[in-house]
Every structure is written in structure tokens, then in C-alpha cells.
């Protein structure tokens, strides 16, 4: 089972991957208010950049929205696997006591 817990592609990243679409048709006004609103930050931060600078600040804050997204999948990813293979873990200790 250790294998289970290394983030890759594989039936279990597919099974995440699915859950993580289906769950965002069920989002709740309580939800939203923990949503990162990235682009609005963004624009805010991009009215205040003298015109010269824009352009490099516009890419700056897309590498951190990637970086930031990239970073944020891995650890949901490492989350959900962890434990999933944990409660694996339980129940077939359950099935051989």
C-alpha cells in the first residue's frame, strides 16, 4: 500500500480528480466565502502599477495564481490519498483480526 501514497497519475488521482468536479456543482454560499478571488485581487493590484510596469507585474501575479494553484493541488491531493489509503488500511487490518 505504501505506493498508494506517492501523488502520480494513476486510478486514484482520476477518482480525485473526479470528486473535485463533481463536488463544485455542490458549492454553498458558505463555500464561497472561503473562495480565493484571484482575478479581482489581481485587477486591483494591476489599477494601482504605473503603465510601464504592468505588463511585468501581469506576469508576476500569473506565476504566483499557477504556482499557487500547483501547490494547492498537490497537498489536497496528498490529503485525500493519505487518507484514503489509511482508511484502506483500517479495514483490511478490521478483516484480518
Known sequence: MSNLREVKEDILKEWINFREEDLLRY????????????DKISENILK??????????????????????DYFDYWCEKYFRNGFVD??????NCINS
Open 48 to 69: 494601482n502599477v504605473p503603465e510601464q510596469n504592468k505588463k511585468y507585474v501581469q506576469k508576476q501575479l500569473e506565476k504566483l495564481d499557477h504556482n499557487f494553484m
Open 87 to 92: 482508511g484502506v488500511q483500517i479495514i483490511i
Open 27 to 38: 458549492v454553498t454560499e458558505e463555500d464561497k466565502k472561503y473562495n480565493i478571488y484571484f
